[in-house]
């Protein structure tokens, strides 16, 4: 026998099987938690660093460029 015959043998059954399989499933999406601004925790670092008398250019390739590639590699 197939695994298709019982179905087709008795179609009444099939139709009220696919009917709860169907009415399980709209209650169960309706029972489902949305919500349109989720609570997500994002991993952030914050660094400050203090270089005196250094310009925009040298701030950027001397300090922020090592921090940046370090704190890559840092898991959050």
């Known amino acids: 026998m197939n695994p298709s015959g019982p179905f087709i043998q008795r179609p ?3 139709s009220l099987l696919m009917a709860a399989i169907l ?6 999406y309706t029972q489902l938690p949305v919500s349109a601004l989720p609570q997500v925790d994002y991993p952030t670092i914050q ?3 203090f270089y005196p ?4 250019d040298v701030m950027a ?10 704190s890559a590699n840092c898991r959050g």
């Open 53 to 56: 008398g250094a310009s925009p």
């Open 12 to 14: 009444v059954a099939t």
């Open 47 to 49: 660094v400050l660093t």
């Open 23 to 28: 009415l399980v499933g709209v209650v169960a």
């Open 61 to 70: 390739t001397t300090v922020t460029a090592p921090l940046d590639a370090s």
